[in-house]
């Protein structure tokens, strides 16, 4: 029969003031706590970051397994830090956000000094967009389901303009990549996705686009101040504690 996690929540208060934890999880296959906290701190310390945060994690989890709670949460949370340490070792993240028809791929395509990011007076970008530093220009599509596809950067926006309702295909393209000479873009990554108030698909990627970022750069439309579809993602970025910063929208083309 399968083997039975055992909890036993042995620990005690020695003479030393060291807290001991003897025999806290017993399973076959998974390494046993050390036997006091010192030791477990010595065990960790020499581990790197990311592996520290796992071992915890799995600590938490089977202890939660086993005294019969839900681990969601533990595993939600080491999620998180992943992502948190994956994106520290990345350039950092800068996002433009606006509601959709204001134009911030034109403000992207000024902040780049040339034509990259897809123009159009309707809702122009339909999938999240990264911009990055590279000596030569060129974009790939990020599949989350089959290997990336490397496309000239016109071939790359024609694909999108002709697949942007196309929903089936959309929610296997994790974002796509742009690669671009461009001098702004050797400090910091410029990030761009669907307009909030557009579809409700493309406003839930645009939620979700947020947590994906370091800080945003914020396109205001003054006829669109005070709508509700605006306020959910700012109360979203203050109650991160990521920087934003706002700019008025360009009202007419340049």
């Not at 433009?96 to 990259?116: C, H, P, Y």
């Not at 750069?217 to 509700?228: F, Q, R, S, T, Y």
């Amino acid at each position: 029969s399968a083997s039975k996690t055992v909890f036993r929540d042995s620990s005690r208060q020695t003479t030393s003031g060291n807290v001991t934890m003897n025999k806290n999880l017993e399973q076959s296959g998974v390494p046993r706590l050390p036997s006091n906290l010192p030791e477990l701190k010595g065990h960790l310390d020499g581990l790197p970051e990311e592996g520290r945060i796992e071992e915890i994690g799995r600590f938490a989890r089977d202890a939660a397994v086993t005294i019969g709670i839900d681990p969601a949460s533990i595993d939600a949370a080491l999620l998180g830090a992943k992502r948190k340490m994956e994106s520290a070792r990345e350039p950092f993240r800068l996002g433009v956000i606006s509601e959709f028809r204001v134009r911030k791929s034109t403000l992207i395509n000024a902040l780049l000094g040339q034509e990259i990011a897809c123009t159009d007076i309707i809702e122009a970008t339909a999938s999240e967009c990264r911009f990055r530093y590279s000596e030569s220009t060129g974009a790939c599509l990020m599949y989350s389901d089959r290997e990336p596809e490397s496309l000239s950067v016109e071939k790359a926006n024609e694909v999108l303009a002709e697949r942007r309702d196309d929903t089936a295909w959309l929610a296997t393209l994790d974002h796509v990549e742009y690669s671009v000479n461009s001098e702004c873009l050797k400090s910091f990554d410029l990030w761009d996705a669907p307009g909030i108030g557009g579809s409700d698909g493309n406003e839930r990627l645009a939620n979700r686009f947020i947590e994906r970022l370091g800080g945003a750069l914020w396109v205001i439309d003054a006829n669109l101040v005070g709508k509700a579809s605006i306020a959910g993602p700012l109360n979203q970025l203050k109650a991160s504690g990521k920087p934003f910063a706002s700019t008025p929208a360009r009202s007419n083309p340049a």
